[in-house]
């Protein structure tokens, strides 16, 4: 089970009491000091937990937090220097699963860590035919093997799996991954599928998910 937690912590000597105080209780910590390198961080590497402070150089943790529930649903503990903070926090619905004022006590808060794990872990998995689909942690696997998908790969499977036998047309699946409306081209998406096609042959050389429909698009079947 990976147990990787991201510390986001200004403070050096803090982040690396956290980061010690979870390795000595089994994770694998890894910090940042700066706002601005998490949304990226948790792209690349998608922990299973993130302890985000709120006051931070580059980005705020409260704008974090909110960027990071638009493509996760990661568990997320907000670590705040004022008591006085938490209600407004609430109030502002940001998504985060859990609260700590600081200062703390880091045995304290590895209580919250697993609390929030034990809670946030139960029935977010999804699976049909072999395939497991965990949402919070954006991980798929294929008959017990983790697929490696990156984060677009995992949306458009994700996407697909919960609409099976509907055919898409590229354009469709493209306003579905990339929300912002970026420029994307159809070649995009048939590079995405055609990389997430060969990670489920790679898992299950059997297995035919993902089925072109010649001159429209793409559909999703469980055999
Ligand atoms: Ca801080």
Not at 42 to 56: H, S
Not at 88 to 107: M, N, T, V
Request: glycine share 6%.
């Amino acid at each position: 089970m990976n147990k990787a937690i991201l510390v986001v912590e200004d403070e050096p000597k803090l982040a690396s009491l956290l980061a010690d105080y979870l390795r000595a209780s089994g994770f694998e910590p890894s910090c940042l000091d700066n706002g601005s390198d998490v949304v990226p961080w948790v792209k690349e590497n998608r922990p299973e937990l993130i302890l985000l402070d709120l006051m931070l150089p580059g980005r705020d943790g409260m704008e974090v937090c909110k960027d990071i529930r638009t493509f996760s649903r990661i568990p997320i503990i907000m670590v705040t220097a004022r008591i006085e903070e938490i209600d407004r926090l609430l109030g502002l619905e940001l998504g985060a699963d859990d609260y700590i004022c600081k200062p703390f006590s880091p045995r304290e808060v590895i209580a919250r860590v697993k609390a929030v794990l034990r809670r946030t872990q139960d029935g977010q998995a999804i699976e049909a035919a072999g395939l497991v689909l965990d949402e919070p942690r954006w991980r798929a696997s294929l008959d017990g093997s983790d697929l490696e998908l990156t984060a677009v790969e995992f949306k458009l499977l994700q996407f697909l799996f919960a609409n099976p036998g509907r055919i898409y047309k590229r354009q469709q699946l493209m306003d579905r991954i990339y929300p912002d409306e970026r420029i994307v081209s159809e070649r995009t998406i048939d590079s995405h599928i055609k990389k997430l096609r060969r990670k489920i042959e790679n898992a299950n050389p059997e297995a035919r998910l993902i089925h072109s429909v010649y001159g429209v698009g793409y559909k999703f079947e469980l055999e």
